[in-house]
């Protein structure tokens, strides 16, 4: 079966920078999308960014633009989330999560990593 297992989170100071990976293993993933989310406590989950497994493409919030970039290592099943410029409302869990060709959406989740970001 598919997993999803990111990590890299943490604790850091506004204007600061985190990598998260996420390392995906269980089918082929060519031709899926792979998509980055995050939950802050009493709020919606929220669609951050998103990258195309096979062609690279990649489409982000704009929250995040210009201060999130998502790539992929193919060759490493994994896909990587760097966040520079951070403020304390980029602060929630982040997760990320695949959506096949089937049509089914984001069906295929991580367990999330908590990201803190501090005065």
């Known amino acids: 079966q598919v997993q999803l297992v990111e990590s890299g989170g943490g604790l850091v100071q506004a204007g600061g920078s985190l990598r998260l990976s996420c390392a995906a293993s269980?089918?082929?993933?060519?031709?899926?999308?792979m998509g980055w989310f995050r939950q802050a406590p009493g709020q919606e989950r929220e669609f951050v960014g998103a990258?195309?497994?096979?062609?690279?493409?990649?489409s982000y919030v704009d929250s995040v633009k210009g201060r999130f970039t998502i790539s992929r290592d193919n060759a490493k099943n994994t896909v990587y989330l760097q966040m520079n410029s951070l403020k304390p409302e980029d602060t929630a869990v982040y997760s990320c999560?695949?959506?096949?060709?089937?049509?089914?959406?984001?069906?295929?989740w991580g367990q999330g990593t908590q990201v803190t970001v501090s005065l």
């Open positions: 999560a695949f959506a096949a060709v089937d049509g089914r959406g984001y069906a295929d």
């Open positions: 269980g089918r082929d993933f060519s031709g899926g999308t």
């Open positions: 990258i195309a497994w096979s062609g690279g493409t990649t």
